[in-house]
């Protein structure tokens, strides 16, 4: 009598699932407009230099640039070349965005750099301490406090004007970053039954980040400003302070700690909220058998992340699992800044190709239990590769005033291809890690991811030595995570590991070739001849 079993009757698509799948669509919300409140504050439009009054006669002329100007008097045979003071910006609806408001650029441009860079730090420390106090005090209080310190970030960044300050805000809101996110995910992940669990996280994801992913930019153009932005983008995550008296704590956590009595509470709770009526025999059932599973093994007290490196296969998962997150999140972060500069609004742009979070979700819905995670993983990560490089070549290629609807497309296309790769990541790699150490070793993937969204800027300045170098680079590190994943178990309609023991020996006989989809059409050729087999004896028989 495992938590699967114990939930079949309880419930596991009640309810008290429709209010968990609400609320994760909440943080949807609340984690898209964090998370790309750094791309909104931060557009560049384009500018020119705002020439001093000088004196000079009546045919002076001036010859003007983005960061220079060159001022020139024949009378005079004066000529003088200058770096510029203050600049002219073509504000679109007149929104004042952070580098027009303190003129970070040309010169000063490294500023934002910098300040950006400090969120990214911020992600890096944040995941790794959140990820700790997941593992100890719990999914839910950590995935409360951890998105209150994001908007605290957030707010703060409104009222900065200086870089050092600017740099110190945005490392609090990088603390925050993807946290938020993937402790919900767990939550529902673990409460969800298997096979709704891809509908359950995936069209929630597509539907409510893209809500919040369309509406952000048309929220900063109606506000007109960046600080009230950063307002309006940090006041959601109050809403946050409802979840703990309308959800849950994990309950396979909770056996991890040995809290049974706790988890049987919060299982006949939500077998009152879904209006099951279970036995106490079936609780007392559940508990022996967790008792006695805990006294043949080693307590999943003493896991840790760390216990995942010393075992080959764990060790093996755990390294291709770095790599991956490290492929994705660079590639996932680049494709979605991807729209200055392409002959479109960037707010229109950024809004629009927002909207493939639900082409990219219901991919996964319809292929993810078809194919098998590891296949979904391999294909997206395939295929996302071939979009990735014919887009980047077309928009490095072809003239932006002229071709501003289908570079638009491509973009959008790009940013599709990153969104499916990175969502079938994140389920199954939560799949492959045991219960005991789910929430730091989730997050610990996605630091080493964020880590190497550090070189994101560098590859982008590949672009200045050949234009389509970065997505021919982003291609090829596409394809290697494409391979990798043949590598990893398959996780469809498998009991997953809970403890590091069970981890090791999970899909230990598995080739690397098997693909569920591939096995029923083997099984279905398999009964079909032994149908035909069957009856040609019978034939042979009444012959």
């Known amino acids: 009598m495992d938590v699967e079993r114990v939930l079949e009757k309880c419930g596991n698509f009640g309810r008290y699932q429709i209010v968990l799948l609400g609320l994760y669509g909440y943080t949807n919300i609340v984690?898209?407009?964090?998370?790309?409140?750094?791309?909104?504050?931060?557009?560049?439009?384009?500018?020119?230099?705002?020439?001093?009054?000088?004196?000079?006669?009546?045919?002076?002329?001036?010859?003007?640039?983005?960061?220079?100007?060159?001022?020139?008097?024949?009378?005079?045979?004066?000529?003088?070349?200058?770096?510029?003071?203050?600049?002219?910006?073509?504000?679109?609806s007149g929104y004042e965005s952070i580098t027009t408001e303190l003129e970070w650029v040309c010169d000063d441009a490294y500023q934002l750099a910098v300040g950006q860079s400090f969120f990214f730090v911020g992600s890096v420390l944040g995941t790794i301490f959140f990820g700790y106090l997941a593992d100890r005090i719990g999914r839910l209080p950590a995935c409360v406090i951890t998105t209150l310190t994001g908007a605290l970030g957030d707010f703060l960044t409104s009222f900065v004007s200086?870089?050092?300050?600017?740099?110190?805000?945005?490392?609090?809101?990088?603390?925050?970053?993807?946290?938020?996110?993937?402790?919900?995910?767990?939550?529902?992940?673990?409460?969800?039954?298997?096979?709704h669990r891809t509908f359950g996280l995936n069209i929630i994801l597509a539907v409510f980040y893209c809500f919040g992913l369309m509406i952000?930019?048309?929220?900063?153009?109606?506000?007109?400003?960046?600080?009230?932005?950063?307002?309006a983008a940090s006041l959601p995550a109050l809403g946050v302070l409802v979840y703990p008296f309308c959800l849950f704590e994990s309950v396979e956590w909770l056996l991890t700690k040995h809290k049974f009595d706790r988890a049987v509470h919060c299982l006949k709770r939500i077998a009152k909220f879904n209006g099951r009526h279970v036995e106490d025999s079936v609780f007392d059932e559940f508990v022996k058998h967790y008792r006695e599973k805990m006294n043949r093994v080693e307590t999943t007290s003493s896991d840790t992340f760390m216990g995942m490196l010393r075992t080959p296969r764990l060790r093996k998962f755990t390294i291709i699992l770095f790599l991956k997150s490290m492929i994705i999140t660079v590639a996932f972060d680049i494709l979605s800044r991807n729209v200055e500069g392409v002959g479109t609004s960037p707010f229109l742009l950024f809004s629009y190709t927002g909207f493939c979070y639900l082409p990219a979700g219901l991919t996964i819905i319809f292929f993810q239990n078809i194919i098998g995670r590891k296949g979904m993983a391999c294909a997206s990560l395939f295929v996302g590769a071939i979009i990735t490089a014919a887009t980047g070549y077309l928009v490095a290629t072809l003239d932006p005033s002229e071709y501003?609807?289908?570079?638009?497309?491509?973009?959008g296309l790009g940013r599709y291809g990153a969104v499916v790769a990175y969502d079938a990541e994140a389920q199954y790699a939560a799949e492959i890690i045991p219960t005991s150490v789910r929430g730091r070793g989730v997050a610990n993937i996605h630091v080493v991811g964020y880590a190497f969204g550090f070189f994101s800027s560098y590859i982008i300045f590949l672009g200045t030595i050949f234009k389509p170098l970065p997505s021919l680079f982003i291609s090829v590190l596409l394809f290697i995570g494409a391979a990798l994943c043949l590598t990893l178990p398959e996780t469809l309609h498998k009991t997953l590991p809970q403890t590091l023991q069970e981890g090791e020996m999970f899909a230990k006989d598995e080739k690397w070739y098997f693909f569920p989809c591939f096995q029923r059409r083997e099984s279905q050729h398999k009964t079909e001849s032994q149908l035909e087999a069957a009856n040609n004896v019978s034939t042979k028989q009444i012959k």
């Not at 952000?216 to 307002?231: E, H, T």
């Not at 501003?404 to 973009?411: D, E, K, P, Q, S």
């Open 31 to 92: 984690s898209s407009l964090h998370y790309f409140s750094q791309t909104i504050i931060s557009f560049t439009p384009a500018h020119r230099c705002s020439l001093p009054v000088e004196d000079f006669s009546e045919n002076a002329t001036s010859l003007v640039d983005s960061c220079s100007y060159i001022h020139w008097d024949p009378d005079l045979s004066f000529h003088r070349e200058s770096r510029c003071q203050s600049w002219h910006f073509d504000k679109e």
């Open 162 to 195: 200086s870089l050092p300050w600017f740099s110190a805000t945005r490392f609090m809101s990088g603390l925050s970053t993807d946290t938020q996110y993937v402790l919900m995910y767990i939550l529902v992940f673990e409460y969800l039954s298997p096979k």
């Open 216 to 231: 952000s930019p048309w929220m900063a153009i109606w506000l007109g400003n960046w600080r009230l932005y950063l307002w």
């Open 404 to 411: 501003a609807l289908i570079l638009a497309f491509m973009v």
